[in-house]
């Protein structure tokens, strides 16, 4: 009798699982970057992230952990632990602070463009855990943002 019991409640589990509502990965990106303060060891920048929800239902995202590229050089990585809800085929955005130093990316980015360049190239992979699910949904974008002064 308990074989039964495992059984039956393995199989309804499996339906459970192919029952419930697929994902498909959000689309992230940079909206902005503004200079929160400068000193010679680190810098403290505030990102406004920009999320797209491709789905047809709402998306209600419980964290988001990424690693950002400027410039093809590591900059910074993080996560943000303030839930919120992206709507069905909508967009939503927050801002994150982040601590890094950038010297060497500046460096780096001035050489190539000769002095402050208006934009920057970046891009930024990590992964959206949604509320109610137990795996996350993984994300890569590249772009260009300005820089804000």
Same mark, same amino acid.
């Given at each position: 009798?308990?074989?039964?019991l495992?059984t039956?409640?393995?199989?309804?589990?499996f339906?459970?699982?192919?029952l419930?509502?697929k &994902?498909?990965?959000?689309?992230?990106?940079?909206?902005?970057?503004?200079?929160v303060?400068?000193?010679? @060891?680190?810098?403290?920048?505030?990102?406004r992230?920009?999320v797209? #929800?491709p #789905?047809?239902?709402?998306?209600?995202?419980?964290?988001?952990?990424?690693?950002?590229?400027?410039?093809?050089?590591?900059f910074?990585?993080?996560?943000?632990?303030?839930? &919120? =809800?992206?709507?069905?085929n909508?967009?939503?955005?927050?801002?994150?602070?982040?601590?890094?130093?950038?010297?060497?990316?500046?460096?780096n980015? &001035?050489?190539?463009?000769?002095?402050?360049p208006?934009?920057?190239?970046?891009?930024? =992979?990590? !992964?959206?855990s949604?509320?109610g699910? @137990?795996?996350?949904?993984?994300f890569?974008?590249?772009?260009? &943002? !300005?820089? !804000?002064?």
């Amino acid at each position: 009798m308990p074989r039964i019991l495992i059984t039956a409640s393995l199989a309804l589990l499996f339906c459970a699982c192919a029952l419930t509502e697929k &994902f498909e990965a959000p689309q992230v990106s940079i909206a902005g970057v503004k200079v929160v303060s400068v000193d010679v @060891w680190q810098q403290r920048l505030r990102v406004r992230l920009h999320v797209h #929800n491709p #789905n047809s239902m709402p998306l209600p995202v419980r964290r988001i952990e990424y690693n950002a590229e400027v410039a093809g050089q590591q900059f910074a990585s993080g996560s943000s632990d303030d839930s &919120f =809800t992206v709507p069905a085929n909508g967009d939503a955005e927050f801002d994150t602070t982040i601590t890094t130093n950038v010297a060497g990316a500046l460096i780096n980015i &001035f050489a190539r463009s000769g002095g402050p360049p208006d934009s920057v190239e970046y891009r930024l =992979t990590g !992964k959206v855990s949604v509320q109610g699910y @137990w795996r996350t949904l993984p994300f890569d974008q590249s772009g260009t &943002f !300005k820089l !804000k002064q």
